[in-house]
């Protein structure tokens, strides 16, 4: 795994973005993120950037995560997609998985998110 990883983080909460972005850095996972948080500026970053990971929430003002799933999967479907999101319900997350979702992570427990990154990369 090259580090840092340069990740695309689809989140409409930047204290969100900025807490899970130390998160990883304490859990020796330094990286670059992007956030995004409207759909087009998500195809303008799949489109123009390389990204190594994204991370999505669920529920986003305007579109939903699944979109973003779906766009991502399109665009660079060899990317690990993973949701973290406050809630995410059973049916969400199992058609999520369906759809190419690597994993998805509850935000209230972020600490599954550093290992679901290293099985997403190996």
Do not use: W, Y
């Amino acid at each position: 795994m090259k580090l840092p990883l340069h990740v695309l983080h689809i989140e409409h909460s930047e204290e969100d973005s900025n807490l899970i972005q130390r998160l990883l850095e304490k859990d020796g996972l330094p990286c670059k993120v992007t956030r995004v948080q409207q759909c087009a500026d998500v195809f303008d970053a799949l489109e123009n950037n390389a990204f190594d990971l994204i991370l999505s929430d669920c529920s986003l003002p305007g579109f939903s995560g699944l979109r973003a799933l779906d766009i991502a999967h399109a665009l660079k479907p060899e990317v690990p997609f993973i949701f973290v999101s406050g809630t995410i319900g059973e049916e969400t997350a199992i058609e999520s998985l369906r759809n190419g979702a690597t994993d998805d992570i509850l935000k209230d427990r972020l600490s599954r998110l550093g290992p679901a990154i290293h099985r997403a990369l190996s």
